[in-house]
């Protein structure tokens, strides 16, 4: 089968790509990327061949979804501080990027799109742990866009009956994420300051909570998902239930390190989330055999694959 990924050059798509090209029934992996965020080094010698185009371009859409399978659509324009400066930009890339996405799927032949959404959408809704089936609360641009990516997708799934999934992402982390950046993840922030001797900055007094995913994990549930065609007219959590302080991530890298980082608190930032946690109940029914990587475990690669780069090497 051939598959594409939208966004596959970037961190969760890249990953993806390797994970694909393991399994037997693909034999092709395209990524499309307008490499605003992503980077050609992260698929140096993977096997998935780059188209370089936007998914607000039609031609480039149509030409990448070309006798594919199935769409992965991972694009977008990440972060949620991002958001908050530029409303419109997020909405663009995120809201009408899906739409063309799964238009591009239609005219492809009605192929299966699997997209990604965000834990964000639960928002101000403090119940926990979070299910698909609360009321959703966005408190950001980002978690607006995000809601609509996954409304979009189920609702061509109830329309048109194309083969959708819409997972709701929850602090994924691993190899390959970027840091050195204003909008950078807090698992590459940490992981990037403290390889540094620099302070590892908390927004808040570090008591909120996240249930962080590791990468190979979200990537093994994307190939399930479209090497066996799962469906859903209902959203996903791609996450297992834990509750991690940030606090207590800090305590985690310290163990691993063998010395603990200082920490500088500083003021919340605006639509952040306080507590984040999900319930599986829905992601174990499709996918039952899946076994997450512990985070302690999750650390520890991701901590390997930041000292094998140059800017950390002693």
């Known amino acids: 089968m051939k598959v594409i990924i939208t966004g596959g050059a970037g961190f969760i798509g890249s990953n993806l790509g390797r994970e694909l090209l393991r399994r037997p029934e693909v034999m092709e992996v ?8 992503g ?11 780059l188209i370089e ?7 480039a859409l149509d030409t990448a979804c070309q006798a594919a399978d199935a769409v992965v659509h991972l694009a977008a324009l990440p972060s949620v501080p991002r958001s908050v400066i530029d409303p419109v930009a997020s909405h663009h890339a995120n809201a009408t990027g899906t739409l063309e996405v799964l238009q591009a799927a239609r005219r492809a032949g009605g192929i299966q799109v699997v997209v990604a959404s ?15 089936g609360m009321r959703t609360a966005p408190i950001s641009p980002y978690a607006v866009s995000k809601q609509a990516t996954e409304a979009y997708a189920m609702s061509f799934g109830h329309t048109y009956g194309l083969p959708t999934l819409a997972f709701r992402f929850f602090n994924v982390y691993g190899p390959l994420q970027a840091a050195g950046h204003a909008y950078a993840a807090v698992v590459p922030a940490f992981v990037d300051a403290a390889l540094r001797g620099e302070p590892l900055t908390i927004h808040g007094d570090g008591e909120q909570t996240r249930d962080f995913t590791y990468v190979g994990t979200v990537t093994r549930i994307l190939a399930d998902a479209v090497t ?16 991690t302080s940030l606090n207590a991530l ?3 890298l310290a163990d691993l390190l063998g010395h603990r980082p200082a920490v500088d608190h500083v003021a919340p930032r605006a639509g952040d989330v ?3 946690q999900a319930d599986n109940a829905r992601l174990l029914h499709h996918f039952p055999d899946v076994e997450p990587v512990p985070l302690r475990e999750g650390l520890e690669q991701t901590l390997d694959w930041f000292r094998t780069l140059p800017e950390y090497q002693a």
Request: hydrophobic share 30%; no cysteine.
């Open 53 to 59: 185009g936007s998914i607000l371009d039609r031609e």
């Open 274 to 276: 306080r507590d984040s």
């Open 39 to 49: 980077s050609r080094v992260n698929l140096d010698g993977t096997g998935v061949r």
């Open 228 to 243: 066996r065609t799962v469906t859903d007219l209902e959203p996903v959590n791609l996450a297992f239930g834990t509750r």
């Open 250 to 252: 800090v305590g985690q």
């Open 30 to 37: 395209v990524a499309l990327d307008d490499l605003s965020t």
């Open 118 to 132: 965000s834990s964000s959408v639960y928002g101000a809704n403090r119940e926990l742990p979070k299910r698909e």
